[in-house]
């Protein structure tokens, strides 16, 4: 292909001329042989400031946030207090019936007595397996700084999300594959900037797979060259490694440039791993209907394929094609709760499952939460149909879980007020959920930082504490 070029072409108009396939262009192979750049791949803490009890987060997202009071955290007084109005200061005034009783049966399972609500028999076989977090707390409860808190510690779309710094810090365990990969049917409110590596080196940012379509061809476009060879393209890229050569003689320091490369090098690389790493077809079929046929329940299974595969940080999100934020229940509260919540118990109950009869379990963690809680009080639509009636959004309480990756077994932490309205027992906000989770991965959210504009960065901001009565 080379014979066609009867004019001399610069370096950037080579890299666009050859980048004609997933794969085709990456350098940054062949200058890490040479000594040109460092290795992608490694992490920036040459030691761990902790032993690691987990190498691996499996985030699984509840678009829109859950209602705490109808899921973990079961509220007996609210049917004592039923159509009363709240008291205190609100974030803003109730516009509904006043407390609103969970219509769900709570029990206790286990061999430690976790209680949830009848929503979720599947999990109910996993109870000793979960962390049950019921003192959640965040600091506002509107949906865009919500989620932009919950992925990336601060409630502007300015700072690296925890998939991004946990690659910075750790690196991957497979260099075919990203570190960090965000499983979501469609885009989620806010979007990309929830895994986004803002600030951080590019080879960082979460890679983005479109879960609507499951078939490996449509996940990932462009795997495979439409012309080129494997040799072919070997060819092209030490072409592009010569010139390359060249090029830093004269330029030092296009950081940009350098990521987009790494960037490119891996898609390259994805191509001999990736197909078959991305197809859950090559599951059995009992596999694939343990997990639900949704888009959930099978993002889920490709969230164990990339774990075992040796991806970092997964992010599964629970976006329905007609909605971007499915447990945003501000109507019809109870119905859409029976049916979201059979999507997540099953999907949820058998990635745990999974993931412990392989022995992943033990050092992956798994994350299940929204951005914040829902009322314990309702909120009605114009006509005032009880039956319709929904909660609002709720940030001074809420339930997040954690199962595996050092975290006690059977265990439920934190206490709410007799009615769930705040959290009033061992608090937890998301920078202490954020500083634990770095913990647990052999990480000291005060040492893992970034120096940007001046000032040394962290997810946590200035906040934060590990909470190790959780850790097992």
């Given amino acids: 292909m080379f014979d066609s070029f009867t004019q001399p072409v610069s370096r950037r108009e080579m890299l666009k001329k050859s980048a004609t396939g997933f794969g085709s262009v990456g350098l940054i192979g062949a200058l890490q042989q040479s000594g040109s750049l460092g290795t992608a791949s490694a992490g920036t803490v040459s030691q761990l400031d902790v032993l690691p009890k987990a190498k691996r987060v499996i985030f699984l997202f509840m678009n829109g946030a859950p209602s705490h009071v109808d899921t973990f955290d079961p509220k007996p007084a609210l049917e004592k207090h039923a159509g009363q109005q709240p008291s205190g200061k609100l974030y803003k005034p109730s516009k509904g019936s006043g407390f609103m009783p969970s219509p769900f049966k709570f029990a206790a399972h286990g061999k430690n007595g976790v209680v949830m609500s009848e929503l979720?028999?599947?999990?109910?076989?996993?109870?000793?397996?979960?962390?049950?977090?019921?003192?959640?707390?965040?600091?506002?409860p509107n949906h865009e700084p919500?989620?932009?808190?919950?992925?990336c510690g601060n409630l502007q779309p300015i700072r690296p999300c925890l998939g991004s710094w946990m690659s910075y810090g750790l690196g991957s365990e497979n260099q075919n594959l990203p570190s960090f990969v965000a499983l979501c049917p469609g885009r989620p409110v806010v979007g990309p900037q929830l895994w986004s590596s803002s600030f951080l080196?590019?080879?960082?940012?979460?890679?983005?797979?479109?879960?609507?379509?499951?078939?490996?061809?449509?996940?990932i476009a462009n795997i495979q060259h439409p012309s080129l060879t494997r040799k072919e393209q070997r060819t092209q890229l030490d072409l592009l490694l010569e010139l390359n050569r060249r090029h830093a003689q004269q330029r030092q320091n296009e950081a940009v440039l350098n990521e987009h490369i790494q960037a490119m090098e891996l898609a390259y690389q994805m191509q001999s791993e990736a197909s078959q790493a991305f197809d859950i077809?090559?599951?059995?079929?009992?596999?694939?209907?343990?997990?639900g046929e949704t888009p959930f329940g099978q993002s889920c299974l490709l969230a164990r394929r990339l774990c075992e595969r040796g991806v970092r940080f997964t992010q599964v999100y629970y976006v329905t094609k007609n909605g971007k934020q499915p447990w945003d229940t501000h109507t019809r509260n109870n119905q859409k709760h029976r049916e979201l919540c059979a999507d997540s118990d099953?999907?949820?109950?058998?990635?745990?499952?999974?993931?412990?009869v392989r022995g992943l379990l033990e050092d992956t963690l798994v994350v299940w939460?929204?951005?914040f809680g829902r009322t314990p009080y309702s909120q009605m639509d114009k006509k005032e149909d009880l039956e319709k009636a929904g909660r609002d959004h709720h940030h001074t309480a809420f339930t997040t879980l954690l199962a595996g990756?050092?975290?006690?077994g059977g265990f439920t932490y934190g206490k709410t007020d007799e009615v769930g309205m705040d959290a009033v027992e061992n608090r937890v906000h998301v920078h202490d959920l954020h500083a634990t989770i770095l913990?647990?991965?052999?990480l000291d959210h005060e040492k893992l930082t970034y120096r940007y504009s001046g000032r040394d960065f962290r997810l946590t901001d200035v906040h934060g504490s590990v909470v190790n009565d959780i850790i097992a």
Avoid at 120 to 140: E, G, K, N, W, Y
Avoid at 201 to 219: F, M, R, S, W, Y
Avoid at 405 to 408: A, E, F, L, P, T
Avoid at 439 to 442: D, M, Q, T, V
Wanted: aromatic share 2%; glycine share 8%.
């Fill in 120 to 140: 979720f028999p599947h999990m109910a076989q996993c109870a000793d397996d979960l962390c049950v977090i019921r003192s959640m707390h965040t600091d506002v």
């Fill in 146 to 151: 919500g989620l932009l808190m919950m992925h």
């Fill in 201 to 219: 080196p590019g080879e960082h940012q979460g890679v983005a797979v479109d879960t609507n379509n499951l078939d490996v061809e449509k996940l």
């Fill in 281 to 291: 077809s090559l599951e059995s079929e009992e596999t694939r209907r343990m997990y």
């Fill in 346 to 356: 099953k999907a949820t109950a058998a990635l745990l499952a999974d993931l412990k």
């Fill in 369 to 371: 939460t929204g951005e």
């Fill in 405 to 408: 990756g050092g975290v006690k």
């Fill in 439 to 442: 913990h647990l991965l052999g």
